[in-house]
């Protein structure tokens, strides 16, 4: 399987990406009640992304196969040097792979170059939480009864030591 991962910075993928937003949260968020799953949905949507790519401090970074979208991960920057991943998610056919794990190294790559030295993500899913633990990520809480009314678990990675000194420039 050659599989190139590339930033998303055109409308095209979009659709793809929202179908595997779609496949993911009908197969993968079983812990979600039905009508939270249907919620993410309609949040998760073309509109959504169309906007989160023109934002200068996020990314979408997909692994596509020829044509075919395998995965993606999207990273929101935020400030003090945070940036927040908002999604990681494969396709059934690519899982076990080790497709996640290099989306994830790119969006730490990613990260480094554009001045983040910290990431953090939410999850709900055991089996997410031990997939990110053995990356390096930590849990560091729980967003009790928050979207949605469900439980969120916070995990963090840092990234690098120390922030990078234009974090406190603003440059």
């Known amino acids: ?15 793809a990406i929202v179908e595997i937003v779609n496949q993911v949260m009908k197969h993968d968020f079983s812990l ?35 044509e075919r979208l395998a ?15 908002d999604w990681l998610a494969v396709i059934m056919p690519y899982r076990r792979h080790g497709l ?6 790119q969006a730490e790559d990613w990260s480094l170059h554009h001045g983040f030295h910290y990431l953090h993500l939410l999850t709900e899913a055991p089996a997410n939480i031990a997939y990110y633990l053995k990356r390096g990520f930590r849990l560091v809480g729980v967003h009790r009864g928050a979207w ?23 440059k």
């Open 71 to 85: 995965g993606f991960v999207s990273v929101k920057g935020d400030s003090g040097g945070v940036a927040f991943i």
């Open 100 to 105: 996640g794990t290099r989306l994830l190294k």
């Open 1 to 15: 399987m050659e599989l190139k991962i590339k930033k998303v910075n055109r409308a095209l993928a979009l659709k």
């Open 148 to 170: 949605f009314g469900e439980d969120e678990k916070i995990m963090a990675k840092k990234i690098r030591d120390n922030p990078f000194p234009q974090v406190f420039s603003g």
């Open 32 to 66: 979600y009640q039905p009508r939270t799953r249907r919620a993410y949905g309609r949040l998760f949507d073309h509109a959504y992304f169309r906007k989160f790519i023109k934002e200068e401090n996020n990314v979408v970074l997909a692994a596509f196969d020829q």
